[in-house]
């Protein structure tokens, strides 16, 4: 009796098993031209991006967005865009979404001080600061924090921001990450 309770507790755990792993390869697979037509997509917003065509990149990075979800590039370069057109809270929400998609620390700092800039945009300096910290912790050589983020406190002010930005400065640092 033993032997046969045994046997079945072990042969509903292979099958329980089974089923999990088929059922997460199926989650994990795309259509491979879904995958190839968002990878495209993608490179083709980056080249009108790299030429400060904001709206054709947006364009191009939400068609990628739809063929692939999960495209993490096209995700972060959207925010990007969208900064860079001036929607600005369009691009606050998406960074604050796509941050947590980041494949490395690297990534992850980029987003955080990307999202800096961003709300410098929207004239909210004491929430920048808190992106640049952020940022700074993960990778203490981001160019965007380097040049925006003093890290202490500058005299008569509340927060460590060094300068004010001029309409598109801040996101070109971001084009530097495009390759």
């Known amino acids: 009796m033993g032997r046969l309770l045994l046997f079945m507790i072990s042969f509903f755990a292979f099958s ?25 997509a993608l490179e083709n917003g980056k080249k009108q991006l790299a030429k400060w065509h904001c709206k054709q990149a947006i ?21 990007v ?31 955080y001080a990307t999202i800096g800039v961003t709300l410098l945009y929207m004239e909210k300096p004491e929430d920048a600061t808190l992106y ?21 406190r500058i005299k008569g002010k509340k927060h460590g921001i060094k300068k004010k930005l001029k309409h598109g400065e801040g996101y070109e640092i971001t084009l530097r990450w495009l390759h």
């Open 16 to 40: 329980c098993a089974q089923k999990t792993i088929v059922v997460k390869e199926e989650y994990d697979r795309r259509p491979p031209g879904l995958v190839i037509a968002s990878e495209n």
């Open 59 to 79: 364009h191009e990075f939400n068609k990628a967005v739809e063929k692939d979800p999960k495209n993490f590039e096209a995700l972060y370069w959207l925010g």
């Open 81 to 111: 865009a969208e900064g860079m057109c001036g929607y600005y809270s369009q691009a606050y929400n998406r960074l604050i979404y796509v941050v947590r998609y980041a494949p490395d620390d690297v990534w992850k700092a980029r987003v």
């Open 132 to 152: 640049f910290e952020r940022a700074k912790s993960i990778d203490p050589g981001n160019e965007l924090v380097a040049t925006y983020y003093e890290g202490e």
